[in-house]
T-cell receptor, first 108, second 114 residues
Framework: KNEVEQSPQNLTAQEGEFITINCSYS?????LHWLQQHPGGGIVSLFMLSSGKKKHGRLIATINIQEKHSSLHITASHPRDSAVYIC??????????FGTGTRLQVTL | DAGITQSPRHKVTETGTPVTLRCHQT?????MYWYRQDPGHGLRLIHY???????DKGEVSDGYSVSRSKTEDFLLTLESATSSQTSVYFC?????????????FGQGTRLTVV
């Protein structure tokens, strides 16, 4: 079993829909990261969380430390949000462990 | 933008040749990582470093070696490249700072072994 599990693996949505991507982890962590990767592109850090909730524009990230679970929400989705979203955790020795990613496609 | 750069960004090499990829950071972060990204596998850890001359293996370390002789540089070497090492390689850095546990990522190196 992977230390970091994401769901769903693939997601298709229509423009304007509210999107949720989930991440569960099984290890103790010091922080959780949500990352974005456009096709053929580099990896961009969207959020770093150790508790609670963060919001940036149409993106919202939450984390529940007790349940070892985090969610990334996208409100009013747009085709430019189409990308792979990756959850990563920093555990012992600040070592980064990644989930396998969620491929999001937003259509017009 | 965070100070992390990878070089080269693209490389084509022949089977059996040695290849070295470089990750350079200007953030003075303690931890540096090399990952490979392949379809269906996500990002898999090859090796990581927790300080100068301190390195450890990740889950897919066979065929790879690393060196970190100074804080800012982490080198990944394929001693004798094979076609199975065709992949996109990402470097990452992280550390605990006053802002929390920060992590930054390089732009990736696309390596093709022919």
């Amino acid at each position: 079993k992977n230390e970091v599990e994401q769901s769903p693996q693939n997601l298709t949505a229509q423009e304007g829909e509210f999107i949720t991507i989930n991440c569960s982890y099984s290890v103790g962590i010091s922080a959780l990261h949500w990352l974005q990767q456009h096709p053929g592109g580099g990896i961009v850090s969207l959020f770093m969380l150790s508790s609670g909730k963060k919001k940036h524009g149409r993106l919202i990230a939450t984390i529940n430390i007790q349940e070892k679970h985090s969610s990334l929400h996208i409100t009013a989705s747009h085709p430019r949000d189409s990308a792979v979203y990756i959850c990563a955790v920093t555990g012992t020795a600040s070592k980064l462990t990644f989930g396998t990613g969620t491929r999001l496609q937003v259509t017009l | 933008d965070a100070g992390i750069t990878q070089s080269p960004r693209h490389k084509v090499t022949e089977t059996g040749t040695p290849v070295t990829l470089r990750c350079h950071q200007t953030e003075n972060h303690r931890y540096m990582y090399w990952y490979r990204q392949d379809p269906g596998h996500g990002l898999r850890l090859i090796h990581y470093s927790y300080g100068v001359k301190d390195t450890d293996k990740g889950e897919v370390s066979d065929g790879y070696s690393v060196s970190r002789s100074k804080t800012e540089d982490f080198l990944l070497t394929l001693e004798s490249a094979t076609s199975s090492q065709t992949s996109v390689y990402f470097c990452a850095i992280s550390d605990n700072t006053g802002r929390g546990t920060e992590a930054f990522f390089g732009q990736g190196t696309r390596l093709t072994v022919v």
